[in-house]
């Protein structure tokens, strides 16, 4: 089992900057994809970004050029970084962890980011 925990959330103002994190614990094994989404109320939960164990990074077309994933193996954590935030970024934000081939998919608890001036 793997527990994740988010944390970092808060209010910003349009063009600002924000970084919320994600610390995970447990089984931490086997090849796995750690990502963050994003839920706005009467949404479906959306991909925001995903880091590969070799370090690969995906971005939805929407945070490109503004978001930063990242992860520190070491502290168990993943970072995301963005800046020009706008209205349409407010969300809740949840980290993911999913095992490739071995199974295993899990959730935080989430950390709620409000862009509004």
């Known amino acids: 089992q793997v527990q994740l925990v988010e944390s970092g959330g808060g209010l910003v103002q349009p063009g600002g900057s924000l970084s919320v994190s994600c610390s995970a614990s447990?089984?931490?094994?086997?090849?796995?994809?750690m990502g963050w989404y994003r839920q706005a109320p009467g949404k479906q939960r959306e991909l925001v970004a995903t880091?590969?164990?070799?370090?690969?990074?995906n971005y939805t077309d929407s945070v490109k050029g503004r978001f930063t994933i990242s992860r520190d193996n070491a502290k168990n954590t993943v970072y995301l970084q963005m800046s020009s935030l706008k209205p349409a970024d407010k969300a809740v934000y949840y980290c993911?962890?999913?095992?490739?081939?071995?199974?295993?998919?899990?959730w935080g608890q989430g950390t709620k980011v409000t862009v509004s001036s």
């Open positions: 447990g089984r931490i094994s086997g090849i796995y994809v």
């Open positions: 880091i590969s164990s070799d370090g690969t990074t």
């Open positions: 993911n962890f999913r095992r490739i081939f071995s199974g295993g998919d899990y």
